[in-house]
């Protein structure tokens, strides 16, 4: 089993900056290292929408065009750990921030990961 937990969400006017990270805790035999990794948002307008994912490996990367040029995503296999970076905040970034998990293939389809973190609340003022 893999289990996620977020963190680094918090309020910030627009044009700030935060980072996300998401840890991963694994049971005996499993590795997070196997797993392609994606961050997801959600709002009360808009069920999960995909935000930007993170091949196994590092070694590729993918983000929604709303966000291509400011968020960054990176991961630490040796810490279990993924992290988005947040520039340049804009107040539609305002949302629940997910991360998530699979053993299959890296995609923006939500319904395609079954390993799911808790979120954390991003805020930005405008």
């Known amino acids: 089993q893999v289990y996620l937990v977020e963190s680094g969400g918090g309020e910030v006017q627009a044009g700030g900056s935060l980072t996300l990270s998401c840890v991963a805790s694994?049971?005996?035999?499993?590795?997070?290292?196997?797993?392609?990794v994606a961050w997801f948002r959600q709002t009360r307008e808009q069920d999960r929408a995909f935000v930007a994912g993170?091949?196994?490996?590092?070694?590729?990367?993918d983000y929604d065009d709303s966000v291509w040029g400011r968020f960054t995503i990176s991961r630490d296999n040796a810490k279990n750990t993924a992290y988005l970076q947040m520039n340049n905040l804009e107040p539609e970034d305002t949302a629940l921030y997910f991360c998530?998990?699979?053993?299959?293939?890296?995609?923006?389809?939500?319904?395609?990961?079954?390993?799911w973190g808790q979120g954390t609340q991003v805020t930005v003022s405008a």
């Open positions: 694994t049971a005996p035999g499993y590795f997070f290292h196997n797993y392609e």
């Open positions: 993170i091949c196994y490996n590092g070694g590729g990367t």
């Open positions: 998530a998990a699979n053993l299959m293939t890296m995609t923006r389809s939500a319904a395609q990961y079954d390993i």
